[in-house]
């Protein structure tokens, strides 16, 4: 026992030596391999606490991120309130392949105009055309230029940049478009909805002017009965900027829906039947 008790004084010194060359030494960084008792003892070893309260942790939105939901949200509720309580829409144009638009003036919005089309594929499909791949528009909506996603923002929420292609008959110059979409959900309905945004300073593309998308909702529904078809409803108001007639922008975004629907059923037609 005494030889014991001899043994664990004789550690007890080396192990004293041993933390006074290393404060003789003023080490700041001790080995890895010191015991964390001896850190301790020396108070070298950091305290850890837990992060102070307010502090964001990386999994968490930033205040940014949460401004782009919520700007998204209350896009689509002001959608929502339009298409449930507006009911006074003027004939536009009607195609034959069955694209209806009709428009109506509306505070805060100007004219905002609504096209309608039933298109013979599921609103899975459509969705993913629409909102998943939407990078990949411009390969066949010659209307784009380029569609970027500059930012995710959780699972619902893109910040875009979009190049608009020279207009019809170049009526007016070339524009691009800073947005924030988001995607709801109500019963079997999708939602698409877009609202210009004021994000950090993007550089202007040569020779374009940057517009603002003020509502811009796509609805998805599938078609009562058959639910391989879908029921497309799109609201549509813009602010081009720049010195362009009403009546000019009026035409041109009247068409640009026309076109658009045109675009999307023969790229679908292709799809589904190559």
């Known amino acids: 026992m005494l030889s014991a008790l001899g043994l664990k004084t004789a550690a007890i010194a080396a192990i004293q030596k041993d933390m006074k060359d290393l404060v003789e030494r003023r080490s700041h960084h001790l080995p890895s391999n010191i015991p964390h008792y001896i850190q301790r003892l020396v108070g070298k070893e950091k305290a850890t606490s837990p992060e102070p309260a307010g502090d964001l942790n990386p999994s968490q939105p930033s205040s940014v991120d949460l401004s782009y939901s919520t700007q998204g949200e209350r896009a689509l509720q002001q959608a929502l309130s339009i298409l449930q309580r507006h009911t006074s829409w003027q004939a536009e144009v009607m195609m034959e392949a069955g694209t209806t638009v009709t428009s109506a003036a509306l505070p805060g919005l100007g004219k905002l105009f609504r096209a309608e089309v039933v298109l013979a594929v599921p609103v899975a499909q459509l969705h993913q055309e629409l909102f998943e791949r939407i990078e ?19 699972r619902d929420t893109l910040v875009t940049h979009e190049v608009a292609a020279p207009s019809r008959g170049n009526l007016v110059g070339q524009r691009d478009f800073v947005s924030v979409r988001h995607r709801g959900r109500r019963d079997a309905a999708i ?7 004021h994000r950090d300073p993007l ?3 040569k020779g ?23 029921h497309l409803t799109w609201l549509l108001s813009m602010d081009l900027k720049g010195w362009v007639p009403t009546s000019v922008i009026d ?15 023969q790229h679908l037609s292709a799809t589904t039947c190559p």
């Open 251 to 265: 035409r041109l975004l009247l068409w640009a829906q026309v076109d658009f629907i045109k675009h999307l059923h």
């Open 136 to 154: 990949q528009m411009p390969r066949w909506n010659p209307t784009l230029s380029q569609v970027k996603v500059l930012q995710h923002v959780g």
């Open 203 to 205: 550089p202007l593309p």
């Open 208 to 230: 374009c002017i940057r517009a603002e998308s003020r509502l811009s909702c796509i609805v998805l529904q599938p078609l009562a009965g058959d639910p391989g078809r879908t």
């Open 191 to 197: 939602y698409l909805v877009g609202t210009a945004t």
